[in-house]
């Protein structure tokens, strides 16, 4: 049976965030790619195998994501409904919901190349969102989510593995980290232009250090790729201060979520976590493999996904993820 995941009512503690509101890619996705025409998906098995009733919902994952983990430590419920799921109903948009879409980035060519929602159509499906809550109640109710909600925005991993090589011929690495660090801020001033009041912003990720790019650019050693892990710290060096400062322009509070380090740190020291394999996916062939290469005819798969750092050679498990939103979210909610 399908687990309805819409109708998460854990109330938990926390009334003070009504709800959360996640914008990104597939580290974010909750099943928004379902019925995209992409490639870009993930509602097969033996993706969710951890998910509550073994059920593939569409996460780039064996489990839940941090859009999950998140809304239930914010006593939202144990899930975060995509927003184009079929099965939502109105009311179940009152807890929030994740518009991120696997594949997407701020460089609006990311998402076209992959054929997914970019971050700027996410803005676009927000101001539905908001429509549809002031519709079926009211405009106090609305503007208290804006008020008072958790807004989440995680991009850049894909501009900068793939998209940067088609955008070569007008950008070095630097400059096209820069390049996406001011989308981002952009993306930042739109949200709180419609209303958001609490935002925060997950760096980029060690991306180099992922399986398939340890595989395609790491040499016989399958080391880190340095070009990709340095393009990620200089995205993250100019948006760091830049988010800083719209934080004491705008009203309301705009949080820079430091996640390089605690990753970094968790694929070099895959013990001190409790890991045992940090350098392949659980599922798959091992070393290469992505969604459509992880499914239910490979038999790779490994039997206990909870001793990997990644669940496929792109994707964290959800036990990597619970280690991260563990080890961050009481530095940064305590912010909000």
């Known amino acids: 049976m399908v687990p309805d995941e819409t109708n998460a009512t854990n109330e938990g503690k926390n ?40 059920f593939a919902s569409g996460r780039f994952c064996d489990g839940r994501v941090p859009t999950d983990l998140i809304a239930e430590k914010l006593g939202l419920g144990k899930t975060l409904p995509a927003y184009l799921s079929p099965n939502l109903k109105p009311k179940n948009l009152l807890k929030g919901v994740t518009f991120a879409s696997g594949g997407t980035g701020y460089d609006p060519l990311t ?4 054929s997914v929602i970019s971050m700027w159509d996410q803005l676009i499906y927000f101001q539905e969102y908001i429509s549809n809550i002031k519709q079926h109640f009211g405009e106090q109710r609305a503007q208290n989510i804006l008020d008072n909600s958790f807004f989440l925005v995680a991009s850049s991993s894909n501009d900068i593995a793939h998209t940067y090589l088609a955008q070569s011929h007008k950008y070095n690495r630097t400059s096209y980290a820069n390049f996406l660090s001011d989308l981002a801020i952009k993306f930042v001033r739109e949200l709180h232009k419609f209303g958001a009041k609490n935002i925060g912003v997950f760096s980029a990720v060690p991306i180099g250090c992922v399986p398939i790019q340890k595989t395609l650019f790491g040499g016989i050693n399958r080391g880190c790729t340095t070009r990709l892990n340095d393009m990620a710290k200089q995205f993250n060096s100019k948006l760091s201060p830049a988010l800083n400062s719209l934080n004491k322009e705008l009203d309301g509070i705009i949080l820079y979520i430091d996640v390089y380090d605690t990753f970094l740190d968790m694929i070099q020291n895959p013990k001190k976590f409790g890991f045992e394999v940090a350098d392949k996916g659980c599922c798959g062939t091992g070393y290469l493999a992505v969604s459509y290469l992880c499914n239910s005819l490979n038999p790779f798969t490994c039997s206990n996904s909870s001793a990997y750092i990644f669940w496929d050679s792109y994707h964290p498990t959800e036990k990597a993820y619970q280690v991260i939103v563990d080890k961050l979210f009481s530095k940064y909610i305590s912010q909000i």
């Open 15 to 54: 009334r003070k965030i009504p709800a959360l509101i996640v914008f990104g890619d597939s580290v974010m996705d909750t099943g928004n790619n379902n019925n995209l025409p992409t490639l870009l998906k993930c509602n097969f098995a033996p993706y969710g195998k951890n998910y509550p009733g073994g």
């Open 111 to 114: 998402a076209n190349i992959m």
